[in-house]
Every structure is written in C-alpha cells, then in structure tokens.
C-alpha cells in the first residue's frame, strides 16, 4: 500500500480513537464500552512481539500491517483488526488478514489465550510453515476461521474437531492435509458447518451433516467420490473440478435436491452419469466436462428446467441428438456440448437462446445446415462449430447484410458476420467454400483451418484489430498475403500454412511486434530467409519450410533480433542432447534455396554472397550463429509449446494456452 493511503489510515485511526476518547471523558458511565481486559492486551501484544512485519508476507494491493497501531498503552479494544464484545469487553473477533505478519505460530502462542475469539482471519499472511497448534482446542467459541493463504502446513489437528461451533471453515491455499481427521470426521463432528473452503488442501475421507458448501476443486482427492456424499443433505454448492475422482459418480448424488450448482469437471469419473441426476431439480449450474464416461444421451437434462448459468458437458461421451428442450432454457448462457458424439440436426431452439455467450458444439457428428442467421444472442462471445459434417449457412431474410455462408461464397465486408461482440470464433474442420468471411473487429480468436476456401486472403483482415489468434491453415488460399497489417496489430499466432500463397512475406507485418508464432509452411513463398522478422521481440515459432525460399540466413543485425526464438520448426524426430545439427537442417527443408551452416549444402557461387551491411559484422563465417544460445536455454520448455501448436488444437487447449502459455510469455 502506498505510504500515502497508510499515513491516511493511521490518521483516521488517531481521529477516530480521539473521538473515542473523547466520547468516554464526556459520558463516563462504564455503560459504554469496558475497556479492554489487561491479559487480552497483553496477549495481543506478546502475539504481536512474536512475529516480524514483513511486506512480502502479504499478497494483496492493499495489505498493510495492522498491528503497527498496537500500543502499550492503548484500549486494545480500539486497535485495528481487534473486536471486542461490546459487554463483556472480552476480545471476540481478530482480523489480522493482509498484515504483512511473518513468523512462525507455535503452542505457546499467547494466539490462543484468547479464549472468547469467535472470529478469526489472519489470511494472506506468511506464518512459515507452521503447523496449527493443537491449543487451537483453546479456542472453543471459534465459530469462523480464516487461515487461507498463509503459509500454514502439515496435518491439520484433532483438536479442530473439538471447535464445534465453527460455522465456516477457510484453509485456502496451504500446504495442509487433512487425513487423520479426515473430511469425514470434520464434517461429522462440525455439525454447524456451513462453509468450507478446502481447496489445494490435501484430504482424503469421506462426508456427513449440514453443509452447504464444499469447495474442492484443485485438491489432490482422488479415488472414488463415497456413496455417503448422498448423507449431505443440506450442500446447496458442490465443486471438485480438477481433483483426482475416479470410479462412477455415486447415484446416491441424485438425493442431494439443494444442489444448486455442481462442478465435476475434469476428472476421471467413469460409468454412467446417474439417471437419479434427473432429481436435481434446482440446479443452475451443472458442469461434468473432461470426464471418462461411458457413453449416454442427454434427455435427462430436460428434466432440470432451472439451469440458468452453465450446462458443459464437453468430453462426456454423449451421443444422439441434442435435445430441443434446452431451447426452453433461455437464460442460459453457456453451453459446452463439444468433442462428443452427437449427432442429426443441431436443434433451431438452441441457436435462438437469447442469452448465449458461450457455444460449443465442435467436434460432433452433427449433420445438415447451420443457419447461423439464428444465432441471435447479443452476448455471445464464443462459438464453436468445427469439427462436424455441416454446411453453414446465413439467414438472407435478415436485415443485417448478413453474409451467404460457405457455398454461395461471403460478401467481403467487415461487419459481414452479424454479432458485434463475437470474441472467439471456431469453424475449423468444416466444409466451407468460397472465400474467407471476415468476422466482427471484436474477434480475438480466428480459427477456419481445414475447409475449402479458396480465392486471395482479403485485405480486410489485416483491419481486425483485436485478433490475437488467426489460424486460416490448410485451405486453398492463394495470391500473396496481404500487406496492411498496421501498427494497431495485436497478432500473437499467425498460421497460413498449407495454402498455395505466393509472392513475400509482407513487410507490414513488422508492425504486429507481439508475433509470437508465424507458421507459413508448405505455400509457395517466394523470398530470400527473413531475418528482418528478427525484430520481433517475443517471436518463439518460426516456421517456414515448404516454400521457395532462397538466399544465406544470415545473422540478425542487432543483439536484439530473434531474442526468444526457440524453435524454427519441429519436424513435429525430436532433437536431444548437442545434436542441433539435425534440428537446424530439418528447419529449412524443402526451401532448396537455402544454404550455408548448418545446412549440409554449401553455399555456392554468388548465393554466399551477403548484404554489405550483414557482411560487416563478420557474419560470413557462420551465418546462422542467430540465437543458438536462446536455442538451446529455452530447449525444454519450448519443446513442449512445439508439440502442442503442433496438434490440432480443441477449444480446451486453446483457453489453456491463451490463458497459460500466453499469459505466461506475457509475464
Ligand atoms: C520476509 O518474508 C520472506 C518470505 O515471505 C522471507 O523469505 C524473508 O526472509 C523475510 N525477510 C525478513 C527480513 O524476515
Ligand atoms: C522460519 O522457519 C525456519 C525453519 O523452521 C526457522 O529457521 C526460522 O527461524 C523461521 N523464521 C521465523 C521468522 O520464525
Ligand atoms: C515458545 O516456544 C519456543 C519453542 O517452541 C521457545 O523458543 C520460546 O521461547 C517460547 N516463547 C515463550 C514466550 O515462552
Ligand atoms: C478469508 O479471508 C480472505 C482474505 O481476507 C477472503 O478473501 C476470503 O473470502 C475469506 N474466506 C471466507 C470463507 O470468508
Ligand atoms: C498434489 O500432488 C502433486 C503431485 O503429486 C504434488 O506436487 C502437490 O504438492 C500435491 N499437493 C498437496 C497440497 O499436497
Ligand atoms: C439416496 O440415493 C440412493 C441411491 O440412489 C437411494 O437408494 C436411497 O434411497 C436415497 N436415500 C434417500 C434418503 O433418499
Ligand atoms: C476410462 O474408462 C475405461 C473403462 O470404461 C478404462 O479402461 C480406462 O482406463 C479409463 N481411462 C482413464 C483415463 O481413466
Ligand atoms: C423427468 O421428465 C419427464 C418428462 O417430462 C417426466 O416424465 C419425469 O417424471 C421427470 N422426472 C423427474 C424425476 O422429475
Ligand atoms: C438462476 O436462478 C437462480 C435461482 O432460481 C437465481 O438466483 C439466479 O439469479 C439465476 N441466474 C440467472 C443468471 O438468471
Ligand atoms: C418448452 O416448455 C414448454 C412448457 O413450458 C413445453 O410445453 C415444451 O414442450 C418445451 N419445449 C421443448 C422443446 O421441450
Ligand atoms: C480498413 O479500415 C479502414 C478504416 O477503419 C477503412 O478505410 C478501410 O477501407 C478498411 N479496409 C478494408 C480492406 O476493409
Ligand atoms: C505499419 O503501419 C503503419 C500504419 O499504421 C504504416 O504506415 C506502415 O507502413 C507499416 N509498416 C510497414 C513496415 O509496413
């Protein structure tokens, strides 16, 4: 926190506790406030003593430390973070979250003389690894604890079974586990408990009681969800994506009608999802995406007539026909039904949700038409339809000039697809012709690889100025790329590859300086190596072979050029070790053109002969010397990013690498 707002607060603390002071010399009844009891003052000064500040022990923008307020002779009642009960004066609540408190908590904390505390926070802070001391069981009105995020370990304590008021349980983001009490018995034994936040807390148990929510995604629980789920009567919000699960999802779940929200997500759930799911009626939420299950139709999610927010279920092995029902559902505003085995026709009903941001129907068996005319929803920001048998088409009637999709071909217009707001839009793999249809300027993420449109690259695309992603891959394109990318480009990928591009690679595009991945391979290109495309400061995946490419690679002109480049090309056998000879050579395959080191082809007469410029930094000797080094360091990570830009990307590992990967590079 800026010394400014501190200095600020400290003020405000002195004003308010001269008010106060103030207020008891003018009404001097003790029915006021008692003042605080000596041994809690001291308590909390002897706590205070026994740990440093430290401005890295907290995370968040506006910690600061609370207890520097602390004095000797002050009514701890009036300090920052303390709470007090306005009879008894006995100190009931301590919030010391975000202090920049570091140390280590043992059992003679003096923490644990005070023995009214109800609340307790002292999240986001750093307590070195401590584990919770069992003088916890000291604590026996505790009815809220808050200990996420501050570096507390080990096993969590019997003795917390004993706290049997706490309400709501907070242990975030620790290195804890919870076996010996395991889930089972806190649950079991906490009969009040309302809240507990679990998540990246090691547990291994089972359930019981009155919760209602139970967070656990991120953990390391594995195994098989237990039958005795079906005893939380009362759980209201239940979230384990990305544990462990594996084995059928109990049916027993289907007894659990407060559901209102359930996230299984990206597990290895296997068997059957539950027909008693049927019963759930209040579910607004429902997402079993990424799970290992056998085969099964979707009808019985007609049955769940409130599911307002989410249905994702991608990846569940759903097969059949989508049913219209869900057309009903018209606050809904995500839809994940993709990399399944659906098929006939995508019901009408569904495009017409007027709520939709999300739709994902990619990688299906659907049939027939798509009229994405339909598609009506002002909100929508993604949609997915790649993958599938279909022929897309737009609603002439419309009265937004709304382009004749795929076989009539598509007028060539900026504002040609209709939803202004369309943010990511995926018709990879489908079946359409004609020339490419320029999506809104909302568009961030492109994808049309692999279809059959044909016809020069429109101009218009360079004008998409919020695309990140552009992925125009394996088509028929042909004609030169086009020159006007101008310097308002936010491109991080740009894949033309496999069309029969001819002509340069256009100079404009070193405007677009956050490239980070250029695949122009198998076109015809015809131009000498681009080294000026080492101006790119975050460019990591050059691929160019298959083209006609010619000329010395020579080195890059300044230090600075291809600065993290870490993989020319994958050809998709793996280099190891020193052996970079074979991964420089398989780069510049098929661009007979090429020559010098380390190409086993020597340069011949004339063709050796470099710019007067490159020439002048001795660059003759070993022409391709361009960031080996960076080469070589960033090998191993940029092995893994090959392989997967490698694949075909599913929508999954296309918000995974937006979200890590580039977030990553970004940091
Ligand atoms: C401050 O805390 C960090 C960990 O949060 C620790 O690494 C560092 O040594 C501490 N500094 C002092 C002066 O205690
Ligand atoms: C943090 O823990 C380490 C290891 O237990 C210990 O050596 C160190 O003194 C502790 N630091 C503080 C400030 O308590
Ligand atoms: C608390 O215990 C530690 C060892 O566990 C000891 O070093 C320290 O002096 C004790 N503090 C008090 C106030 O008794
Ligand atoms: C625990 O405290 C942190 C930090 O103050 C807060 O973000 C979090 O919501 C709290 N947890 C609960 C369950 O209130
Ligand atoms: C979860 O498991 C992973 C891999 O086994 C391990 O690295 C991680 O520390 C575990 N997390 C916890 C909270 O135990
Ligand atoms: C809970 O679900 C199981 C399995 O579906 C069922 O056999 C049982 O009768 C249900 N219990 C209650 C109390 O509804
Ligand atoms: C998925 O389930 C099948 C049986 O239906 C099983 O053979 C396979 O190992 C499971 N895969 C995973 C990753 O759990
Ligand atoms: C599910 O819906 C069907 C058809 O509307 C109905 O016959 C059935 O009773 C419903 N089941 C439950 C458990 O509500
Ligand atoms: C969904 O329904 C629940 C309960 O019926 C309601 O609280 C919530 O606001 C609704 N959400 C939306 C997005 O309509
Ligand atoms: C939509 O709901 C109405 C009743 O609200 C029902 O009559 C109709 O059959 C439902 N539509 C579909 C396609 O299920
Ligand atoms: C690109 O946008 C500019 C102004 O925004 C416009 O004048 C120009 O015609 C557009 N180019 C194409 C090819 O659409
Ligand atoms: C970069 O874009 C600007 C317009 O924004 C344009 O004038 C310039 O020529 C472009 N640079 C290149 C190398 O084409």
Redesign the pocket.
């Known amino acids: 926190m800026p010394s400014s707002v501190r200095f600020l607060t400290v003020r405000m603390f002195s004003l308010l506790l001269l008010l106060f002071i103030h207020l008891r010399a003018c009404h001097s009844s003790p029915s006021i406030h008692p003042l605080c009891h000596d041994e809690e003052s001291h308590a909390l000064l002897q706590f205070k003593q026994s740990l440093v500040i430290n401005e890295s022990a907290s995370s968040d923008p506006s910690a600061y430390p609370k207890v520097a307020s602390w004095k000797v002779d002050g009514d701890c009642c009036s300090w920052d973070g303390v709470e007090c009960d306005r009879d008894s004066g006995h100190v009931i609540g301590l919030d010391l979250s975000s202090s920049f408190l570091y140390g280590s908590i043992n059992s003679n904390s003096t923490l644990f003389h005070l023995v009214h505390l109800g609340r307790l926070n002292l999240a986001d802070n750093d307590f070195n690894n401590s584990e919770i001391p069992s003088e916890i069981r000291n604590l026996p009105r505790l009815f809220d604890l808050n200990l996420s995020q501050s570096s507390f370990s080990g096993q969590i304590p019997e003795e917390i079974l004993q706290l049997s008021k706490l309400v709501s349980i907070d242990l975030r983001l620790n290195s804890m586990k919870l076996r010996k009490p395991g889930l089972q018995h806190l649950v079991e034994s906490l009969t009040n408990l309302e809240v507990l936040h679990l998540s990246e807390v090691d547990i291994s148990a089972k359930s019981g009681s009155q919760l209602e929510t139970l967070l656990l995604e991120g953990t390391n629980f594995s195994g098989q969800l237990p039958e005795s789920i079906g005893n939380l009567k009362s759980l209201k919000e239940f979230h384990a994506a990305e544990c462990y699960f ?1 084995g059928a999802i109990p049916s027993s779940l289907g007894n659990l009608t407060k559901l209102n929200s359930l996230d299984l997500s990206y597990n ?1 759930f ?1 068997g059957k999802i539950p027909s008693t799911f049927v019963n759930l009626l209040q579910l607004t939420y429902l997402s079993l995406s990424s799970n ?1 299950f ?1 085969s099964g139709t979707l009808h019985w999610l007609c049955n769940l007539t409130n599911l307002n927010s989410t249905i994702g279920l991608s990846q569940t092995n759903s097969y059949g026909e989508i049913p219209s029902c869900l057309g009903n559902l018209t606050q809904l505003a995500v839809l994940k039904l993709g990399e399944n085995k659906l098929a006939g026709q995508i019901p009408e009903s569904i495009f017409r949700l007027p709520n939709l941001e999300t739709l994902y129907l990619h990688e299906n068996l659907f049939r027939g038409t798509v009229n994405v005319g339909l598609l009506k929803s002002k909100s929508l920001v993604s949609f997915q339809i790649n993958y599938n048998n279909l022929s897309v088409i737009g609603n002439s009637n419309d009265s937004v000039a709304l382009p004749k999709f795929q076989i009539l071909g598509f007028e060539q217009s900026v504002d040609i697809l209709p939803w202004n707001n369309l943010r990511y839009l995926g018709l990879s793999g489908n079946k359409l012709e004609g020339a490419l249809p320029i999506p809104p300027r909302s568009t961030i993420i492109y994808q049309v690889s692999n279809n059959r449109l044909t016809g020069e690259i429109p101009q218009a695309i360079c004008n998409l100025t919020s695309l990140v992603i552009l992925q125009l891959s394996n088509n028929s394109f042909s004609g030169d790329i086009p020159d006007a990318f101008s310097s308002d480009c936010t491109l991080r990928e740009i894949d033309f590859s496999q069309n029969q591009l001819e002509g340069k690679i256009p100079r404009s595009l070193a405007n677009c300086t956050k490239l980070e991945f250029l695949n122009i391979e198998k076109n015809k290109i015809t131009d000498v190596f681009p080294s000026w495309l080492g101006i790119f400061p975050k460019l990591r995946v050059l691929i160019l072979r298959s083209n006609r490419l010619h000329g010395v690679i020579g080195k890059p002109r300044a230090n600075f050029e291809f600065q993290r480049l870490q993989i020319v090309d994958l050809s998709g056998p793996i280099p190891r070790g020193n052996q970079f000879d074979t991964f420089d050579r398989t780069s510049f395959d098929a661009n007979p053109g090429l020559c010098g080191k380390p190409l086993s082809r020597k340069c011949g007469n004339g063709e050796d002969s470099l710019p007067a410029a490159k020439r002048d930094e001795g660059s003759a000797a070993y022409p391709l010397e361009f960031g080996w080094k960076v080469v070589v360091t960033g090998y191993a990570s940029g092995l893994v990013i090959g392989v997967i830009l490698g694949c075909v990307m599913d929508t999954r590992k296309y918000e995974w690498l937006v979200k890590n990967y580039f977030a990553r590079w970004q940091r």
Do not use: F, G, L, V
């Open positions: 594996s290895s296997s290992n056998s």
